[in-house]
C-alpha cells in the first residue's frame, strides 16, 4: 500500500487547481475510491463500523441526505422541515427508550453528532444542572473504566474530574461499592453503558438507578452501541436487563442513530428524562453586535440532510424492520460466540450479548488476530487483558460469513497454538489493529499514535 493513499492512481492537490475538473471525472474518482474501500467490509469479515451494510439502504438515505443537505438546520424560518425531522426522531427514541414511563419530568433529547457529542452534551449538562441547582463548581463524574473514552474526552474539555470505577476481571461489570464510596457532594452524575464498547456486557443500570437516588446524583446510560438494538434484543426475548427510562434512577440515555439506528455517519440522539437537564446547557448570548444568539447545544450550524436521513432510516424501518434486523444480528451473534467456545484456548469476556470479546490464557491472542488477518478479517484489539473485539453487525448476517468465521478461527487457533512462543505482530489500539503496540512505555505510545494521526491529513514532500 502506497503510504499515501491512491499518489499512484490520482492526482495529488497541493493547492487550489486554477481551472477545476469536470463533474464527471471528479466523480469518477471518488467512485473508484468508494468501490475499493467498500469492497474491504463487503465480506462481512469487518467488525462492527458498518452497521447496515445494505447499499440500497445508503442509497435511499443519500437521497433523503442529498433534499436537505445544504440547508442549515440552525434556521428554522427557512426550514420547518427540520424541526419536524429533529422532533420526530427525538420522540421515537424517547418511546423506545421507555420515557412514556417517566412520570416525574418532561422528557426530552437532543440529535447531536454522534455518540461522543451526545456523551459530550450529557457531559455538559450534569455540570451546568448541578452548578445551578446545587452550588457544584468542582464537578465530578464516575465511569466505570470500560466506559467510553468520550467521557474522558468530555470530562477533559469540560474540566470535571473523572473518577474511573474498576470492573470485576471476569464478569466485567463495575464495582458498585466502589462507586458507591466515591460519590461525594461534587458528583454530578454515575455512568453505566448498555452496552461497553470493550465487551458489550451491560453494567447492573438497576443497581446504579437506585444508588443514584439514593444518593441524589444523576445516572448517565451509555446507550450508543445498545440504544437501537437492545430494545428488539428483549423482545426477542433474549436475556436483556431494563436499562432505560423505566428505572427511576435514568437521567439520561445515549443512543446512536448512526450505528444500530442504520443512519448515515453524523448523527445521534442524547435523551433526557427531565428537559431541565438539557436545557441547563443550552447556550445564549444576548447582547452580540451580530444579533441575539442562541444554540441548543455545541455545534453551530447543523446539516439539515443528516437530520432527514436520520427521520429517513427510522420512519422507513419502523419497528418490524429494527426488530427483523435484531433478530439476525443476536443469531448471528451467538453463532459467533458459540464457534470461540468450541475452542477451549479462547475465552469470552464477561457475558455479552451482540458485541463480544476473547481472549486466551494459553497464548498470545494476537497471534489469533495475525492468522485472521490474512484471511481477510478486522477485528478490534484490547488490552488488559490483550483480547479480539467483534461488533456484530448486519454484513455478519450474510450467508456464509458466521461459517467462514468457525472455519478461518479453528485454522488461527491451531496457529496461535503452534506460535506461541514467539512475538505477535499485531497489537492494540481502538478503531483497527496494528502492528507493535504492545509497549506499555506510555509516552512513546503517545509519539506513535500522534504521528499516526499526523499522517491523516498530511501530504507527503514534494520530491
Ligand atoms: C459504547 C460506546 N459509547 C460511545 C461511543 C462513541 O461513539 P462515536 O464514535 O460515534 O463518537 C462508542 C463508539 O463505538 C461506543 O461503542
Known amino acids: 500500500m502506497p503510504s499515501f493513499p ?7 492537490h497541493r493547492t487550489l487547481p486554477e481551472s477545476g475538473s469536470g463533474q464527471a471525472e471528479v466523480l469518477d474518482q471518488l467512485r473508484m475510491m468508494a468501490t475499493e474501500e467498500d469492497a474491504f467490509w463487503e465480506t462481512g469479515k469487518c467488525s462492527g463500523t458498518m452497521y447496515c451494510g445494505d447499499h440500497s439502504h445508503y442509497d435511499f438515505l443519500t437521497s433523503a441526505f442529498g433534499l436537505f443537505a445544504h440547508v442549515n438546520a440552525l434556521q428554522r424560518d427557512m426550514c420547518p422541515s427540520a424541526t419536524k425531522f429533529e422532533a420526530e426522531i427525538i420522540a421515537m427514541t424517547l418511546d423506545l427508550l421507555h420515557a412514556g414511563a417517566v ?56 474540566g470535571v ?16 461499592s466502589w462507586v458507591a464510596d466515591h460519590i461525594d457532594d461534587h458528583t454530578v452524575a454515575l455512568v453505566g453503558s448498555a452496552c461497553n464498547y470493550g465487551y458489550g456486557t451491560i453494567d447492573p443500570i438497576g443497581e446504579l438507578s437506585a444508588l443514584a437516588l439514593d444518593r441524589g446524583v444523576g445516572l448517565h446510560v451509555d446507550g450508543c452501541l445498545g440504544g437501537f438494538i437492545l430494545p428488539f434484543g428483549e423482545e426477542l426475548g433474549y436475556p436483556v436487563p431494563v436499562f432505560d427510562f423505566r428505572l427511576p434512577g435514568v437521567t439520561s440515555i445515549s443512543a446512536d442513530t448512526h450505528k444500530y439506528g442504520y443512519s448515515l455517519k453524523g448523527t445521534s440522539v442524547l435523551a433526557f428524562r427531565d428537559q431541565a437537564l438539557r436545557n441547563a446547557q443550552y447556550f445564549f448570548v444576548t447582547d452580540w453586535s451580530g444579533g441575539k444568539y442562541c444554540s441548543p447545544g455545541i455545534e453551530g450550524s447543523r446539516s439539515g440532510g443528516l437530520l432527514a436521513a436520520t427521520w429517513a432510516s427510522m420512519v422507513h424501518l419502523g419497528r418490524a424492520g429494527y426488530r427483523k434486523y435484531a433478530s439476525e444480528i443476536f443469531a448471528t451473534a451467538e453463532t459467533m460466540k458459540d464457534s470461540v467456545r468450541s475452542h477451549p484456548e479462547l475465552r469470552i469476556l464477561g457475558e455479552p450479548a451482540f458485541v463480544f470479546s476473547f481472549t486466551s490464557d494459553v497464548f498470545d491472542v494476537y497471534h489469533v488476530n495475525d ?26 448476517t450474510l450467508p456464509g460469513v458466521a461459517d467462514a468465521f468457525a472455519a478461518d478461527l479453528a485454522d488461527a487457533v491451531a496457529y496461535a497454538s503452534e506460535h506461541k512462543d514467539d512475538a505477535p505482530q499485531s497489537g492494540a489500539i481502538y478503531g483497527g489493529v496494528i502492528g507493535g503496540m504492545t509497549d506499555d512505555a506510555d509516552a512513546f505510545i503517545k509519539t506513535v499514535m500522534a504521528d499516526m494521526m499526523d499522517g491523516f491529513q498530511r501530504i ?3 520530491g
Open 6 to 12: 491512491y499518489d499512484d492512481r490520482l492526482p495529488m
Open 103 to 158: 412520570g416525574d419530568g418532561t422528557p426530552a433529547g437532543l440529535v447531536t453528532t454522534g455518540g461522543t457529542g451526545s456523551i459530550a452534551h450529557a457531559v455538559l449538562a450534569y455540570r451546568e444542572h448541578a452548578r445551578a441547582e446545587r452550588g457544584v463548581d468542582h464537578p465530578n463524574l464516575i465511569k466505570p473504566e470500560t466506559a467510553h473514552p468520550a467521557f474522558d474526552k468530555a470530562c477533559h474539555l469540560f
Open 161 to 176: 474530574e473523572l473518577r474511573r470505577a474498576p470492573v470485576d476481571p471476569v464478569t466485567t461489570l463495575v464495582d458498585l
Open 371 to 396: 492468522f485472521m488477518r490474512r484471511q481477510g478479517w478486522r477485528f478490534n484489539g484490547q488490552q488488559y487483558p490483550n483480547a479480539l473485539h467483534m461488533a456484530v453487525t448486519r454484513p455478519q
Open 460 to 462: 507527503p514532500s514534494a
